[in-house]
């Protein structure tokens, strides 16, 4: 059983051998940058519409609500949602709540986003018990975006070879 090859082989030969491994180094820092920024904005935005990647927020509970004086779960004064952001370091990217933001009581953000993404179960000192839902706001929107960021690195390479 052969291989049988199509295309213009010899293209290809001087594309790849003409300082490709520096132009897909550039294209894939830039389709990583891309879609870094897509992801920010979706999940903001996911957020916002109370139904990050298509899949709505548990309900808050009337209590929460009167509480906060609203029913819009992740959003209270806005610390959470503008500490949402994105670092590139070099083909790779961290997007959501970076280590060191804090709301105005001192809070670290990537707990409270930890609690909101995965629930919590909350034992007080009084023996009640809290139950807090998971309220996924980030896992949703890499989900759907997947397909999306997927294209933005082909592409990437294409350029690259072209």
């Avoid at 899949?55 to 779960?73: R, Y």
């Avoid at 023996?127 to 294209?151: C, K, W």
């Avoid at 592409?155 to 072209?162: D, W």
């Amino acid at each position: 059983m052969g291989m049988k090859r199509t295309g213009d082989w010899n293209e290809l030969k001087r594309n790849v051998g003409s300082n490709f491994g520096a132009r897909l180094a550039v294209e894939l820092r830039k389709a990583t940058t891309k879609n870094a920024i897509i992801l920010v904005r979706a999940i903001k935005k996911g957020i916002i519409s109370q139904a990050p990647g298509g899949q709505k927020f548990v309900a808050l509970s009337p209590s929460t609500i009167a509480n906060k004086g609203s029913s819009k779960a992740l959003i209270d004064e806005g610390y959470l949602i503008n500490a949402i952001t994105q670092k590139i370091m070099g083909d790779k990217a961290i997007v959501g709540l970076m280590r060191g933001a804090t709301n105005k009581r001192g809070e670290d953000l990537v707990n409270i986003g930890a609690v909101m993404e995965f629930g919590a179960t909350i034992r007080m000192p009084n023996g009640t018990l809290i139950v807090i839902p998971a309220r996924p706001f980030l896992h949703p929107v890499f989900d759907e975006m997947r397909g999306e960021m997927v294209g933005n690195y082909r592409k990437a390479i294409q350029k690259a070879v072209a």
